[in-house]
C-alpha cells in the first residue's frame, strides 16, 4: 500500500510541477510562445527575456507554488518523509521535462526552491540568499541555479544532520540538483565559450 501511496504522489508531483506557468503567462499577458524565444525556456528568466517583468513575476510566484502544494500534497497522500521528497523531485521533472509542452521546460530552480521551503524553510531560504547573490554579481541566472543545485543536497545534509530532519531529503537534493545541472548543460557550454545571456538581456525574437 505504501509503495502504491508513493507511486502516486510522485505521479501528482509530475503532474503538477508539468504545469507550464511560464507558457501560460508569458501566451496569455503578451501573446507570445516562450518557447520559440532565447533559450526556449518556461521558467522566469526567460518569461523576462520574452514577456517583460510582470509575466515573469508571476511565472516566479506560480513556480515556487507549484513547489509547495506538490510536497504539501505528497505530505497528505503518502504521509511518509520519502513520499514528500519524491513529490519534491517530481514537481522538479515535471517542470524540466513537462508532457503538455512535448517535454520541454525550465530547469525548476524556483518550482525546487519552493519545494524545498515545506521540506526546510532554512534550506531554501539560505540557498535563495546565495543565488541571490550568484546573479546579483555575475547576472547569470544559469550560473545561480547552477549554484543553488550543487549546494542542495550538502545543506539538506547538513540541515538533517543538526536538527534531527529526515535524511531522506537529501534524495530530493541530489535527484533535483542533478535534473537542474543535466537540463543546464546547454548554459554551461556557453558560459564557457563566453556567450551566455545575462540576465535583463534582450532577445533577438
Not at 507511486?7 to 510562445?33: E, M, N, Q
Not at 517535454?103 to 535563495?128: E, H, K
Not at 550568484?134 to 538533517?160: D, E, H, N, T
Request: positive net charge; hydrophobic residues 55%.
Amino acid at each position: 500500500m505504501e509503495f502504491v501511496k508513493h507511486i502516486a504522489v510522485v505521479v501528482i508531483g509530475y503532474l503538477i510541477g508539468a504545469i507550464p506557468v511560464g507558457h501560460i503567462a508569458a501566451k496569455s499577458l503578451r501573446g507570445v510562445d516562450v518557447t520559440k524565444i532565447a533559450s526556449g525556456r518556461t521558467g522566469a528568466s526567460n518569461v523576462l527575456r520574452a514577456a517583460g517583468p510582470v509575466a515573469a513575476i508571476i511565472t516566479a510566484l506560480g513556480d515556487a507554488a507549484k513547489g509547495m502544494l506538490g510536497v504539501v500534497i505528497g505530505r497528505l497522500v503518502g504521509s511518509t518523509p520519502l513520499a514528500a521528497a519524491l513529490a519534491a523531485s517530481a514537481v522538479v521533472i515535471g517542470h524540466d521535462c513537462s508532457v503538455f509542452l512535448g517535454w520541454g521546460g525550465g530547469v525548476g530552480t524556483v518550482a525546487n526552491l519552493g519545494a524545498t521551503s515545506i521540506l526546510a524553510g532554512p534550506v531554501a531560504a539560505g540557498l535563495a540568499a546565495i543565488g541571490a547573490l550568484v546573479l546579483g554579481i555575475w547576472r547569470y541566472s544559469s550560473l545561480a541555479s547552477m549554484a543553488i543545485a550543487v549546494l542542495l543536497p550538502i545543506a539538506l545534509l547538513i540541515w538533517a544532520s543538526a536538527t534531527g530532519e529526515p535524511m531522506v531529503y537529501v534524495l530530493h537534493g541530489l535527484i533535483s540538483g542533478g535534473v537542474a545541472l543535466w537540463s543546464l548543460r546547454p548554459n554551461i557550454q556557453r558560459l564557457l565559450s563566453g556567450t551566455e545571456r545575462r540576465l535583463g538581456d534582450k532577445t533577438e525574437s
